[in-house]
């Protein structure tokens, strides 16, 4: 918007004043100009077509130019609207009451046009501004739903088709895009990969990095596979250090990462973390029980603390539940506590055996109880694996 073609709407219930104040805002090169004989009919013209600048009288019969002013700031969608507030009331308390009402600005009657002029430059800018800063966000939001919609193509569209194998999966991040991931592929015929991540950094940063991890991991698994060598989760966490470091990204972009191997004919895990903080549980018929692996964050600086590999048997009618921080983070704001790692724990033990299908329902379910909310506080991930035979 060129501020000479500025809308500009003149509301007063005199004539005279209305043809003088848009004469000489004509003479300063403004022709967009519109004119209301009073407070109603101003508004409803403001409603229909909201202008750029509003030069407001106060006095006028039907609606005043204070409840014009008051109904106009309240409003949503014509808050930002700058409005000029034309006064001959000598008042301290009727000026301060424009001000009150959401004024950006006073003219006393007689009105100098040098004044008038200056004054409507000024907020004209200022409005200018304030829609190259609308326009501007509105770009990038929908540059990031573009993004979240690239980011949710990335998740698995199926899971492994694995007879006695059981999958489930859920994500949602807080805002259009977010920083956790999950996956779950097949390596070869007999090895299946899952692994959980959240991205710590800035929300478009995070969520593009959780691109370079699973382009990476995609990558590594497709290498060994063609080299017959096995997937080693510890080696992998290893090489996609590596790979981080020499990106050169930003030091305060980081990754935590817990990633695992199920071997079909042995049921064997492999396991390794990198600095994820939420061991998964082993639930089922043999009581609960954690993964833990201890190992560094995936960053830029520089740690020699090389990751550990570990590993357990997944006996049948066991399950494996990974899940992000979100979970136990969630907040009940009028308790002024977490939802915490007891309750989740809480879940397991009281959940039916042959449900095991519906463990990620029921963990949604009670944390939106929880919270009292029906959305979340922070980008959540999960997995449910389980083996029924």
């Known amino acids: 918007m060129i501020s000479n073609q500025a809308k500009i709407l003149i509301i007063d219930d005199s004539r005279t004043n209305r043809i003088f104040l848009e004469k000489q805002l004509q003479k300063a090169g403004f022709s967009n100009i519109s004119q209301s004989i009073d407070g109603e009919q101003g508004l409803e013209m403001i409603a229909v077509s909201p202008p750029d600048l509003i030069i407001l009288d106060i006095v006028m019969p039907k609606i005043d130019g204070f409840e014009v002013c008051r109904r106009t700031k309240?409003?949503?969608?014509?808050?930002?609207?700058?409005?000029?507030?034309?006064?001959?009331?000598?008042?301290?308390?009727?000026?301060?009451?424009?001000?009150?009402?959401?004024?950006?600005?006073?003219?006393?009657?007689?009105?100098?046009?040098?004044?008038?002029?200056?004054?409507?430059?000024?907020?004209?800018?200022?409005?200018?501004?304030?829609?190259?800063?609308?326009?501007?966000?509105?770009?990038?939001?929908?540059?990031?739903?573009?993004?979240?919609?690239?980011?949710?193509?990335?998740?698995?569209?199926?899971?492994?088709?694995?007879?006695?194998?059981?999958?489930?999966?859920?994500?949602?991040?807080?805002?259009?895009?977010?920083?956790?991931?999950?996956?779950?592929?097949?390596?070869?015929?007999?090895?299946?990969?899952?692994?959980?991540?959240?991205?710590?950094?800035?929300?478009?940063?995070?969520?593009?990095?959780?691109?370079?991890?699973?382009?990476?991991?995609?990558?590594?698994?497709?290498?060994?596979?063609?080299?017959?060598?096995?997937?080693?989760?510890?080696?992998?966490?290893?090489?996609?250090?590596?790979?981080?470091k020499k990106e050169g990204f930003p030091a305060d972009l980081f990754v935590t990462l817990f990633i695992t191997i199920f071997n079909v004919p042995t049921s064997m895990l492999t396991f390794s973390a990198a600095g994820f903080a939420q061991p998964p549980i082993v639930y089922g018929v043999n009581g609960i029980r954690e993964l833990r692996s201890e190992g560094k964050l995936i960053m830029a600086l520089d740690c020699i603390e090389p990751f550990k590999e570990n590993k357990t048997k997944l006996q049948q009618g066991e399950g494996v539940f990974f899940y992000t921080d979100g979970i136990v983070e969630e907040?009940?704001?009028?308790?002024?506590?977490?939802?915490?790692?007891?309750?989740?724990?809480?879940?397991?033990?009281?959940?039916?055996?042959?449900?095991?299908?519906?463990?990620?329902?029921?963990?949604?379910?009670?944390?939106?109880?929880?919270?009292?909310?029906?959305?979340?506080?922070?980008?959540?991930?999960?997995?449910?694996?389980?083996?029924r035979s």
């Open 74 to 244: 309240e409003n949503p969608l014509t808050k930002m609207i700058p409005i000029i507030m034309v006064t001959g009331l000598d008042d301290y308390d009727a000026k301060l009451k424009c001000l009150r009402y959401g004024a950006d600005d006073l003219l006393n009657k007689p009105v100098k046009p040098p004044e008038l002029l200056a004054r409507v430059n000024t907020l004209v800018h200022v409005k200018q501004y304030f829609d190259d800063l609308q326009r501007l966000n509105q770009q990038m939001m929908d540059n990031l739903k573009t993004a979240g919609r690239i980011q949710r193509a990335l998740l698995p569209k199926q899971f492994p088709k694995v007879n006695g194998l059981e999958f489930d999966a859920y994500y949602q991040p807080t805002e259009c895009i977010g920083g956790d991931y999950y996956n779950v592929f097949s390596v070869d015929k007999e090895n299946i990969c899952m692994y959980i991540a959240d991205v710590m950094g800035h929300q478009f940063d995070g969520a593009m990095l959780t691109v370079f991890v699973k382009e990476f991991i995609s990558g590594y698994s497709k290498r060994v596979v063609e080299m017959g060598k096995a997937f080693s989760p510890a080696e992998c966490l290893t090489e996609l250090d590596i790979a981080f």
């Open 331 to 387: 907040f009940n704001e009028a308790n002024n506590e977490q939802f915490g790692y007891d309750r989740l724990y809480d879940i397991f033990v009281t959940l039916d055996l042959g449900n095991e299908q519906e463990l990620i329902p029921v963990v949604l379910r009670r944390l939106k109880q929880f919270s009292k909310r029906e959305s979340f506080t922070d980008d959540i991930a999960l997995i449910n694996f389980f083996r």
